[in-house]
């Protein structure tokens, strides 16, 4: 059984960063891993994601150039790293995982198991 566990969410400041962790396990690897996040009465929104071997990344646009999803393989972690934090960054964030590949990688419905959500603060 798939279990993600996120750590690392808190308040920042806008301009400031921070730092989020998944620790993944219940298998030897994944397609991908990815990021979501979501604020109360919205979908959830892709943010970032990460093939597992070949370590091929993709970004929402809103995000691109200020946060960095990485991986470490050994370790069954996923991080994301965000930084020029702005209040709409405000969220739940989620860690997601991905055992098959599927065309709509920035769809929640291609992802097979998720971790319990970490809150991010951003005041302005």
């Known amino acids: 059984q798939v279990q993600l566990i996120e750590s690392g969410g808190g308040l920042a400041q806008a301009g400031g960063s921070l730092r989020l962790s998944c620790a993944a396990s219940?298998?030897?690897?994944?397609?991908?891993m990815a990021w979501f996040r979501q604020t109360p009465g919205k979908v959830r929104q892709f943010v970032a994601r990460?093939?597992?071997?070949?370590?091929?990344?993709g970004y929402a646009d809103s995000v691109k150039g200020r946060f960095t999803i990485s991986r470490d393989t050994a370790k069954n972690t996923v991080t994301l790293q965000m930084n020029a934090l702005k209040p709409e960054d405000t969220a739940v964030y989620f860690c997601?995982?991905?055992?098959?590949?599927?065309?709509?990688?920035?769809?929640?419905?291609?992802?097979?198991?998720w971790g319990q959500g970490t809150q991010v603060s951003v005041s302005s």
């Open positions: 990460i093939k597992w071997n070949s370590g091929n990344t």
């Open positions: 219940g298998r030897a690897s994944w397609y991908a």
């Open positions: 997601a995982s991905q055992i098959a590949p599927i065309a709509a990688f920035d769809s929640p419905s291609s992802y097979d198991a």
